[in-house]
């Protein structure tokens, strides 16, 4: 304690504010507010609770045997080059420095991954550590590297849950299952020290890893439907992906449309309804006068009541604006089995639409399935299709891949969450329950149970491509309006819009999340 | 208030006084039309302040053609009368104005106000209405709202 760290009397002051965060925090537990902090030690500027004053001097031994034992050289570049974040909580501030001091001078990225099981012992853990070297993926650049040392400290909570997280994926994948239930739990505990998005994405993926071990799939039909109607719609209220997906939409509705006396949407997943009322206002605004506008939505079998309320508000909303309605529903359990007579189109007197927002990804559960989707799709003769889909591969074979590629995805979109300031906390926390429902059936399901097949937009692209789609391009209007949506939002220029090969893509911190393409029938099947 | 005029009357003893004489009133609360007309050429902030002036006023301003002119002050060239009906329908200028307008313009001030900010209000506008509509019979919480993202940070702590 009495070593002088230069940096520790300086961010002393950290002290206060990092414990006012700490109360800030909703439902966290990072600072216990029950344990009474010793005052001794409060008295000097160290905030130490007194159930863990045993194990703090236990590790301030260890850290004085130590570092009498290093080479005085490597030792103290260590302690110049590193900061700490609030040296004041002496229990994690001599973690970190033990657990550093013990893992860098091990540092070797071609070492075999060694993995003993992991106990509650935080001295097994520091030795274990400096031998585990796993194949992380994006992390493990910053972590082999000598130079970003300092860098990987300041994140090494962060990091070693992250570490914690893609060993158990590892195991699972191994089927070493009794490694992988060991590993699960620790990162439970990890997780629940560590503040914010970090820590609850690591949460949702640690349940969604148990129940992959202990094989409890999450069966969709157990859902309740109101709920997931109200997970829904505060997701869009909350967030700006949905609105994305919807306004850019209509916005290639509405030009592919702006001649027609008729307007033909159908809707692959009807849901809320929430895109249509935008539509039908610009429609009603149109110079010359509104067009006819139909809407046939497709639902669940068990929603058929629910459907047919929603088309009646739209058709009071569409009263209200002044545009002449007709609302159809098709009720079927799979998109697939959609045929093309379904569906009454007038090919003399209306434009037809196909709209998909997210709905097209659960296809890719059955074989097969989305090709005859595709076929129908095509059958009907659109003069424009609309799909925005989620920018991810989580459709691997390996499960370990799909594992770290959510497990980076889902990071940003929580980041994201986070980081409005707008969004009242309840608000947020529903907005992470519908989140982690997607993360549970990514990790958890398998086989047709696992609906949350993304793919990415170039996978989309040969998909549609090989299906006689060819692309259209969004336009700079699509792209204007979805600039000012954005900036709309909170998250301090977080979110981007990006223009790729003509569709848009919604970005956070320049990792790209949705992606929105229009498509038009192959030249030579137009008529 | 009548403005009194002080004026000089001869009286018969020779001598001048002074005399308040009436002069024929003119208020303004007595002519709302011309009251309308001055209030259409106010901008945001003074005419949420000219509302709070007397119950009279506050009534006046809720014409909605006062709120039409304000929100369109800065666009040209003029919409269309269609507009007119579909945003009575949805609800009026006054709510399009607070709704959507005036956090619009609060968050992106740089911004030159142009018809793609309006028709973006516009379509938040009418998301707003739906969501009302489509979910006014839920019990329990206060309904969400589409136009949470619009509103100021609240400091929760």
Known sequence: ?527 | MSEKRIGIVEKSNNKRQRVTQDRPEFSINDHHDVLLEILRRLDGPSLCSAACVCRLWSAVARNDSIWEELCFQQVSPRPSLSLRSVVSALGGYRCLYFLCIRPVLARLPKLLWTRDQLQLSLSLYCVHYYERLYVGAWIGDAPPSSLMFLRKPVNVV
């Open chain 1, 1 to 527: 304690m009495k070593r002088s760290h230069q940096e520790t009397y300086l961010e002393q002051q950290e002290a206060p504010s990092m414990a006012e965060y700490g109360k800030k925090l909703e439902g966290s537990s990072v600072v216990g507010g029950d344990d009474s902090i010793d005052e001794l030690l409060a008295a000097l500027g160290y905030k130490v609770r007194s159930s863990d004053m045993a194990d703090v001097a236990h590790k301030l031994e260890q850290l004085e045997m130590v570092l009498s034992n290093d080479v005085v050289g490597s030792s103290n570049s260590f302690l110049n080059d590193t900061v700490h974040y609030n040296p004041s909580d002496l229990s994690s501030w001599a973690q970190t420095m033990l657990s550093g001091l013990t893992y860098y001078p091990d540092l070797d990225p071609t070492r075999v991954c060694d993995l003993r099981p992991i106990t509650d012992d935080d001295e097994s853990c520091c030795s274990s550590n400096s031998n585990k070297r796993i194949r992380l993926g994006p992390w493990c650049d910053s972590v082999s590297s000598e130079s970003t040392r300092s860098v990987v400290l300041i994140e090494e909570t962060g990091i070693r849950l992250v570490q914690a997280l893609v060993a158990c994926a590892e195991a699972v994948q191994q089927e070493n299952l009794s490694l992988a239930d060991a590993l699960v739990k620790r990162v439970g505990s990890l997780a629940a020290s560590q503040a914010g998005a970090m820590g609850k994405v690591a949460t949702y993926f640690a349940e969604a890893l148990a129940r992959r071990i202990y094989r409890i799939h999450p069966s969709s039909a157990a859902v309740d439907p109101s709920f997931e109607e109200l997970l829904q719609m505060n997701f869009y209220d909350s967030s700006p992906y949905l609105k994305f997906a919807h306004f850019t939409a209509n916005q290639a509705i509405l030009e592919a449309v702006t001649m027609a006396r008729g307007v033909h949407v159908i809707d692959l997943g009807l849901n809320q309804g929430m895109q249509w009322p935008a539509l039908m206002q610009a429609l009603a605004l149109r110079p010359g006068g509104p067009p006819s506008f139909r809407l046939t939505g497709v639902g669940a079998p068990s929603n058929r009541e629910g459907i047919q309320e929603l088309g009646w508000k739209l058709a009071q909303l569409a009263q209200a604006v002044g545009v002449e309605f007709e609302f159809n529903a098709i009720t079927t359990e799979r998109l697939s089995d959609l045929e093309q007579d379904m569906f009454e189109t007038r090919p003399a007197s209306e434009t037809l639409v196909v709209n998909s927002v997210f709905e097209l990804h659960p296809v890719l559960a059955q074989p097969g399935s989305i090709e005859k989707l595709l076929a129908t799709v095509k059958a009907v003769k659109p003069s424009i299709v609309t799909v925005v889909e989620q920018e991810a591969n989580h459709n691997g074979v390996v499960f370990l891949d799909r594992f770290n590629e959510a497990l980076h995805y889902y990071s940003s979109l929580f980041d994201s969450l986070e980081d409005s300031a707008v969004i009242p906390g309840q608000d947020r926390v529903l907005s992470e329950v519908y989140l982690g429902r997607q993360i549970l059936n990514v990790v958890a399901a398998e086989g047709t149970d696992r609906v949350e097949r993304h793919e990415t937009l170039d996978q989309w692209r040969r998909r549609m491509g090989s299906a006689g789609f060819d692309p259209v391009n969004l336009g700079y209007d699509a792209f204007k309006q979805a600039s000012l949506l954005l900036a709309l939002f909170g998250g301090g220029d977080g979110y981007r819009v990006e223009e790729n090969d003509g569709s848009l893509m919604l970005a956070w911190q320049t990792k790209p999340l949705v992606a929105a393409s229009a498509w038009k029938l192959a030249a030579e099947l137009r008529r």
